[in-house]
DNA sequence: TTGAAAGCGCTAACAC
DNA sequence: GTGTTAGCGCTTTCAA
């Protein structure tokens, strides 16, 4: 039915072992013997089964990728840089969603290490203990991308949120901005706090402080903008930080319809930097993090990893820039 | 090193296949067998090896997704979708970029047979025929979600896009407009064609016509919404119907831009249905596809032919509705 | 440069 | 209800 190796060798009058080489791309192989294959391997219409070659070699040529929500805009622009990468190195991409749900992280990192992948990718979320510690005991090499855990044990790609909050918080009291205001999201808790902490250490050069009701913890939707304006626009707040893109265009909207002008009354800068910013008006001013390449360079380093290359350094910090368009004077 | 049914065999004093029996939930196994088997199995913390499993056994529980890309929202929601249904029917999913790229299909398309996927989904893009060809023959089932082939020869989960485009020109026909343009983009052209068809049948029943210049074909993104634009304002349309969001709201602010008012005096109404619609001001008129269901009856349908259950239609058409917004008077 | 043969870890008859 | 055994299709020593 399907061609085996064994068949080509047969009709190639060769071994099993000349065939794999051929396949395998060994050189030890005389040129006509190649050839001799390779038109059989042509001739049959051969495909390796890469199922057998994962038994037998222990080794899949497929990467696991734990992502909080394949359906969000953030998400799916790392997704495509790590595929990107991963298509370029061999490499085949399974990626299942988590919700940012522990159990589900669990559940799925088992799953993926059961499926034998040579290494795994844990895009954005939070990383809550019992899943870092899974990581670090993991018997496959894990990467990190768009997150890190709150201690930098792992290996991560990300940008600095903490410098690009507080340049931006700078920046804005020079221009006369007092009352600051921090939407947070479920997502990411390491990004947020990192954000958070910028924002405070700006205003505290500053000689400001935030009043206790300047922050709330929403869910990154683009719905729970309304809810985030709500609690925050009690303390009447200059400017709003806000971590993810959707969530902050919920905020703008809700501004608006409250008869808010944006920027003159209210400004807004997020931090996500998906395309969404340049589909509203006015345009959403943010931090332009490099999102395929936070994808991108975390397959590249899990490669390393996966092929013993020598790693220097497991903690890449990527450049960030910080963009203010229209949400901001 | 690694733990294998044959050590849970011997400390359990059982032979592999009965492990194998429990492992699968064979229910040929006494009871207290079972337990003791159990607690070995927790005790070693055994994990089946899915790559041998599925060398014997012939299936990997694990399906192929070829997409055009996956940062695409459009398509990120209908994997979303697909990938909740696969997941709840125990297959894990191995997604893979196209570009719509018809080389590049075909190339995936044979990775992911090496790779002894039990099926795959085909999601949008246009199906060119060797592609088509290539689906065909398959060794495994294939379905396509969110597009179809011309001539409807494969299983496939789709909305009418003629109906749809039809019922939209007809109410705003009935509206007073006139002047009907058409923006188009690379991705699907079934749905292009199927949504331009509509359109015309509409307008001829009104004893209406469309001007030749008022068909644009793009590639369906944001920035491409001003070339479309350009190209269809020459023709002073009342009405551009545009397969894309990202492309139609490009296309609304493009004509913003030009001092245009929307819906006053050109209004917009896209087919797509991605969460962008809610995120722009005014909000974009669509259709309203269900995105997630588009994907997540795919993959139904593809375990019905993965388990050779009775298949009712293998052509399935999911209702839409027409929801107008603020691009539609 | 090539071949023989022993697995990789599991499933699935088949026999008991 | 349980065990034996022959593969699944390939890679990888080891020997020649």
Do not use: W
Request: net charge negative.
């Amino acid at each position: 039915m399907t061609v085996t190796i064994y068949d080509v060798a047969r009709e190639a009058k060769v071994s099993m072992a000349t065939v794999s080489r051929v396949v395998n791309g060994n050189p030890n192989v005389k040129p006509t013997t190649r050839d001799k294959v390779n038109e059989v391997i042509k001739r049959l219409n051969y495909r390796p089964n890469a199922v057998a070659r994962g038994l037998a070699s222990k080794k899949t040529t497929t990467v696991g990728v734990i992502i909080p929500d394949i359906s969000n805009v953030y998400y799916s622009e790392l997704a495509r840089g790590l595929e990107d990468i991963a298509t370029m190195y061999k490499y085949h991409t399974i990626i299942s969603n988590s919700d940012n749900d522990s159990d589900k992280e669990q559940e799925i990192f088992n799953n993926l290490l059961s499926k034998q992948v040579d290494g795994i990718i844990f895009l954005g979320g939070t990383l809550k203990d019992e899943t870092v510690e899974l990581i670090e005991k993991s018997s496959v090499p894990v990467v990190v991308s768009g997150t890190n855990d709150r201690e930098s044990k792992l290996a991560s790609v990300n940008i600095n949120y903490t410098e690009a909050s507080k340049e931006i918080a700078e920046t804005l009291i020079d221009n006369g901005a007092k009352k600051f205001a921090f939407v947070g999201g479920g997502y990411s808790e390491k990004a947020q706090d990192d954000a958070f902490k910028g924002l405070e250490e700006a205003l505290s050069n500053a000689g400001l402080k935030m009043n206790n009701d300047a922050k709330f913890v929403g869910n990154e939707t683009y719905k729970d903008g309304s809810n985030a304006y709500d609690a925050v626009s009690k303390i009447n707040p200059d400017v709003i930080l806000c971590i993810s893109d959707e969530q902050a265009i919920g905020i703008v909207h809700a501004a608006q319809d409250a008869g808010v002008k944006i920027p003159e009354e209210l400004q807004v800068v997020s931090f996500n930097n998906t395309r969404l910013v340049h589909m509203v008006r006015p345009q959403l001013s943010s931090v332009t993090q490099p999102l395929y390449d936070i994808g991108a360079v975390g397959m590249r380093l899990l490669t390393k990893y996966m092929n013993d290359e020598k790693i220097d350094e497991p903690n890449v910090i990527l450049p960030y820039r910080v963009e203010y368009r229209g949400t901001t004077k």
